[in-house]
């Protein structure tokens, strides 16, 4: 079968930094991608691992272990326009993506 | 570049009536996926296709639905009879399946049956 589990809700402070989990159980393994979806629009891709390790773009980062089926989305100098929901989904051999629930994260001043 | 572009955004119709989603990818994508978003089960695939071919249609929830992709640069979501719990956005995503690695949503298809 296939189980992604990511918290359902975050609460941060704006210039704060955030990390939004993410483990996953799944057929077959092609790489690991986040997508941000703001309330109302479709979602837009963030980053994209398939090997160990930390991918860094900006200030968004994000890590992968495929041998514990973890990873996370690092948020630096969060900003009010960062309160979004964040998907995690798995590319398995199949071609397919499958998403997790999301986690919604809201940025307070 | 366009993106992907789906019609219509927003469609309100009655349960029981035929509903028709559309959608057309970014040029040069070989991969057209139908996904389904909803509160109660986030975003789940419907349909995959591959060079206009279904590949995975085992989320296809029931014979009301059907989709088709007559050529690369189209494909349609039907719903007949659609019912209250067909509500939902819908949306239709590409890729390009050699060297790109991922998805393009398109804006959705927000759909209300009553």
């Known amino acids: 079968g296939q189980n992604i589990d990511q918290p359902t809700e975050m609460t941060a402070t704006e210039g704060a930094i955030v990390q939004i989990n993410c483990t996953y159980q799944?057929?077959?393994?092609?790489?690991l991608f986040w997508y941000q979806q703001h309330a109302g629009e479709a979602p837009t891709f963030l980053s994209y691992?398939?090997?160990?390790g930390l991918e860094e773009k900006g200030r968004f980062s994000s890590f992968l272990s495929r041998s514990k089926g973890y990873s996370y989305l690092l948020l630096k100098e969060l900003q009010m326009k960062d309160s979004a929901s964040y998907l995690c989904?798995?590319?398995?051999?199949?071609?397919?993506?499958?998403f997790g629930p999301g986690t919604r994260l809201s940025v307070l001043p | 570049d366009a993106g992907v572009i789906q019609s219509p955004r927003h469609e309100v119709t009655e349960m029981g009536q035929e509903v028709t989603l559309r959608c057309k990818p970014i040029?040069?994508?070989?991969?057209l996926f139908w996904y389904r978003q909803t509160m109660m089960r986030g975003l789940e695939l419907l349909i995959y296709?591959?060079?206009?071919?279904?590949?995975?249609d085992s989320g296809m929830p029931e014979d009301r639905f059907s989709a088709k992709m007559p050529n690369a640069s189209f494909s349609t979501l039907k719903i007949q009879p659609s019912e209250p719990r067909d509500s939902a956005v819908y949306f239709c995503?590409?890729?390009?399946?050699?060297?790109?690695?991922?998805?393009?949503f398109g804006e959705g298809s927000w759909l209300t049956v009553v």
């Open positions: 995503a590409s890729r390009r399946g050699l060297s790109g690695n991922t998805i393009y």
């Open positions: 799944t057929s077959g393994f092609n790489g």
């Open positions: 691992n398939v090997l160990d």
């Open positions: 989904a798995v590319r398995n051999y199949g071609q397919n993506f499958v």
């Open positions: 040029s040069g994508h070989d991969y």
């Open positions: 296709f591959n060079n206009n071919v279904p590949i995975d």
